[in-house]
């Protein structure tokens, strides 16, 4: 036994510090002071009647950021894939029809997993950087015959563009199909009213807008999506997103399924306590502002956004990276000299963009002007010179109109 303790790497001391970065990629976030505590509150079992009560309490407030009445409303283990996983899963069975709204990055992972259901895939494509444009999704769905679901991205992280689901949600149900809606990087940082705009079922992440820890996954499903999944045919083929088991340990029955994340659950309740004392719409408001004062100091220091400015995500700034900047080394010394991370392009745009997450804590004027400020010195350091300061100053004066 000794000999092998020599092939055990043993870290100097038993915890680790990773250094204090200021998180603008588009998630995971900075936590809130009391998020952190939340974290290293006391641990409880998972049956204690103190965490069920917490349970409860998690699921009451993700009601108000999903603003919706359903009662299968709840926190997935998991991060924003378990999501996506658990809302394609349940819906389809073999042979059914699902049309994919595809405009990013984020749509091909839905055509895998509904593929892997096997499921008949009508991919729906839009332009990068565009958003959905409702004629052709009402020609497609036309043409597509009976259409079980359709499955759309509320807001593109990999391009900056809010998808307009209100309007997506009305030609869907005119066609007789559920909506599956991603609001990964929207929960909690967009308007997403879920009941008004009768989304039938739809997933988030705990790390964005949210500002807890990854992890979890935020779900809420209607009570006609719900009554779909109780009538399937054939078993839901991953046990463990079931929702039909999943939501049975959420509500009153307890039914045991997993071991909660109990310290995840306390972080992702204080996070979202502290989302209902600003207020929602306090917040999406705020996000609104600073997203606005990011992409006019950006634009003054002479970036072009990438994103159809009409359906502009406030939640992700993307910009075009400059001719002859090396898109890469700018995010290294940001990150290395002034410990900022943002993240850059996607799939063909790699390379090509920076994506600015204006999500959760991270989103407050100090932080947005000193990473406006870093990158002005970065890009001068390249050859991108610009009036000195005029980023920091232009977002300011957006900052302070309201
Ligand atoms: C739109 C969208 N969907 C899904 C995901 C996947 O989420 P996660 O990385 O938390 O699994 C992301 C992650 O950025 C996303 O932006």
């Keep these: 036994m000794i000999e092998k303790l020599e092939y055990v790497y043993m870290p100097k001391n038993s915890l680790t ?31 204690d009647p103190r965490f069920l009560d917490i349970m409860d309490e998690t699921a009451a407030l993700l009601r108000y950021v999903f603003q919706t009445r359903n009662k299968v409303t709840l926190a997935l283990p998991g991060t924003g894939g378990a999501g996506m996983e658990a809302t394609l899963v349940n819906l389809l069975e073999p042979g059914d029809t699902v049309v994919v709204l595809d405009a990013g990055y984020f749509a091909a992972r839905m055509v895998e997993i509904a593929d892997r259901c096997r499921a008949r895939v009508i991919v729906h494509q839009t332009e990068w950087g565009r958003a959905v444009d409702i004629d052709s999704l009402e020609a497609a769905l036309q043409q597509a015959g ?47 009213p879920v009941d008004e705009w009768q989304i039938d079922i739809c997933y988030s992440g705990s790390q964005k807008c949210l500002s807890a820890p990854p992890g979890l996954a935020p779900i809420t499903v209607s009570e006609p999506a719900m009554q779909v999944i109780h009538q399937r045919k054939t078993k839901v083929q991953s046990w463990y997103h079931d929702l039909s088991i999943l939501s049975r340990y959420w509500s009153r029955e307890r039914v045991y ?42 634009q003054a220091m002479g970036l072009e956004l ?45 390379g090509k963009l920076w994506r600015i997450g204006i999500m959760g804590h991270s989103a407050r004027p100090r932080n947005l002007l000193a990473f406006l400020a870093a990158l002005e010195m970065v890009l001068r350091e390249q050859g991108h010179a610009t009036e000195p300061g005029v980023g920091p100053r232009v977002a300011c004066e957006v900052f302070s109109r309201t």
């Design 17 to 47: 510090f990773p250094p204090e970065r200021l998180l603008l990629a588009p998630g995971p976030t900075n936590l809130h002071s009391r998020v952190l505590q939340a974290l290293i509150a006391p641990i409880l079992g998972h049956k």
């Design 146 to 192: 009976r259409v079980k679901l359709v499955a759309a991205v509320h807001g593109e992280t990999s391009t900056g563009v809010e998808h307009p689901i209100a309007e997506i949600a009305r030609v869907a149900h005119a066609h007789g199909a559920l909506l599956a809606v991603d609001a990964v990087p929207t929960l909690g940082g967009v308007w997403l």
């Design 257 to 298: 399924h997993h071991t909660a994340p109990i310290n995840m659950t306390y972080a992702l309740r204080e996070a979202l306590v502290l989302i209902q004392e600003e207020g929602l719409e306090t917040v999406i408001q705020r996000i609104g502002v600073l997203s606005a004062g990011v992409l006019a100091g950006l």
């Design 306 to 350: 990438f994103s159809d400015p009409a359906h502009r995500l406030t939640t992700v700034v993307a910009v075009k990276t400059p001719t002859g900047i090396d898109e890469a080394r700018v995010r290294a010394t940001l990150l290395e000299t002034f410990n900022i991370e943002i993240s850059g392009g996607l799939g063909a745009y790699a």
